[in-house]
């Protein structure tokens, strides 16, 4: 395993980039509210045609309704990905508030992950030579124009350093810093108007909390070097997983650039084919690692969708297939009294202890004010059907039903509000168990997973 040994990464030659252009107008919110404006007059229209076909009697009718329904969500998550930054953000918090959206909603947020428009070329030029203090061929031998992908915060474009080493770096948009204060007041905004009539202002300040606190750290690349660098250092001692190089020279508060390892992507069952590995053993490294990380060291990767694994393609890659970690940006470090919480919840869980198991979950902040008795009437459903299903002895299918199960329930349930880690560290499992009966069904992750949720739950705080 490979991990950069120096962190002193090189600072930038100034505060921010300058900014060009409309950018200029960023910090004062008129392009974003302009853009939201437009797009709310639209989603607007759209929602009105929804509710007057759905006055209407008839399958046309309904066909209607949902055409223009799903036209206002294409149009909203179009509206967050064109803004970028904090609205982009918000989208995929979104995306992991299952407990307030439908599954509808949810789905079309993942989309920001990674398919937002990206900026042209020249743009990215002139932040990295701002960045580094020095033109672009000086600091890279090559550098594709063409991006790997654009997300909410930033974009990835293939390189290579002087030397010749392959490289990818992560080019942080321009005006985010600048505007940052004032996207999130406006973001805030957003939040009330869409939390308004569920959740109490309390519990909107509480979310927009949790969201500012999570956006400030991915801004921060030197966070996310260091973040890689301690994973890599926990997962050292296995050697079929690799974290990629931090190279420090080459990589600032908003440009990372770490070395680029031939691979594919997990999901590529063509690609895996060629290379001879075997799924089975790819999820037992996938299951081994986050193991690790979610239950033994406390950092884990948060992100663990089929665009930030991949299995390296090197020679002996049949025999010993070696798993890549990309995008450390979203990633957690579980608080020792979540931990805690964690421990004890499932052991109420697994003891049927349903008193113990809520007032864990009021310790955690998970219940608003006057909505016990609602959140235990959804809590001992969920007893019920892990009893049913045989506690631990549960396979990774049945676990897979029961997410789905505890999700719809967390929807129709008044007053609950999980702290946004421990859904993240939900998700997390979640996404593992989801690729393992993608990639090879036969394969019991719960079965895998089981050993060390023993050591977790026999473990002293």
């Not at 019920?384 to 045989?390: M, N």
Request: charged share 25%; proline share 6%.
């Amino acid at each position: 395993m490979s991990f950069s040994g120096s962190l002193a990464l090189q600072r930038s030659t100034r505060d921010a980039p300058s900014l060009r252009g409309a950018e200029r107008l960023r910090p004062t919110g008129l392009p974003q509210i302009c853009v939201l404006a437009f797009a709310g007059a639209a989603i607007g229209a759209d929602l009105a045609i929804a509710r007057a076909a759905r006055r209407l009697f008839g399958a046309r009718a309904k066909r209607t309704a949902a055409a223009a329904e799903r036209r206002a969500l294409r149009r909203a998550v179009a509206a967050l990905g064109r803004l970028k930054g904090p609205f982009a953000k918000l989208g995929q918090f979104g995306a992991v508030r299952v407990d307030l959206l439908p599954e509808e909603v949810t789905t079309a947020l993942k989309s920001l992950r990674d398919r937002v428009p990206p900026l042209p070329f020249e743009r990215i030029r002139a932040i990295v030579e701002s960045e580094l203090g020095a033109p672009l061929e000086s600091a890279f031998a090559e550098f594709e124009t063409q991006p790997l992908g654009a997300a909410s915060i930033a974009q990835a474009h293939r390189a290579r350093l002087p030397g010749g080493d392959p490289v990818v770096v992560k080019v942080q948009y321009p005006w985010l810093a600048a505007s940052l204060e004032t996207d999130l007041r406006i973001v805030r905004r957003l939040l009330g108007w869409a939390g308004g009539a569920r959740r109490s202002g309390a519990a909107v300040d509480a979310l927009f909390r949790e969201f500012g606190d999570g956006l400030r750290e991915e801004l921060d690349f030197e966070r996310e070097a260091r973040v890689a660098a301690e994973i890599a250092a926990n997962l050292a001692g296995d050697a079929s997983v690799l974290v990629p190089e931090v190279i420090a020279s080459q990589s600032t508060l908003r440009v990372l650039t770490m070395r680029h390892h031939p691979a594919v992507g997990i999901g590529d069952r063509a690609g895996l084919a060629r290379l001879g590995v075997a799924p089975r053993a790819v999820l037992e490294i996938l299951a081994r690692a986050y193991c690790a990380q979610v239950f033994s060291d406390g950092l884990f990767h948060a992100d663990p969708h089929p665009g930030n694994l991949f299995v390296v393609d090197e020679p002996g890659a049949a025999a010993r297939p070696r798993l890549l970690f990309v995008d450390f940006g979203l990633s957690r470090r579980l608080d020792p009294a979540l931990r805690r919480e964690l421990r004890l919840g499932i052991l109420a869980l697994l003891q049927r202890d349903l008193p113990a198991f809520l007032d864990g979950m009021e310790r955690l902040g998970a219940i608003e004010p006057g909505h016990r008795d609602d959140v235990a009437q959804s809590v001992a459903t969920m007893f019920e059907r892990v009893r049913s299903l045989g506690g631990l002895a549960a396979g990774g299918a049945q676990v897979i039903s029961l997410k789905d199960e505890a999700v719809a329930l967390m929807r129709q349930t008044p007053g609950l509000r999980l702290p946004v880690d421990l859904l993240l560290y939900a998700k997390t499992l979640s996404y593992v168990f989801s690729l393992g009966a993608e990639l090879d069904a036969e394969v019991d992750m719960m079965k895998l997973c089981l050993p060390s949720l023993l050591r977790f739950l026999a473990a002293k705080d």
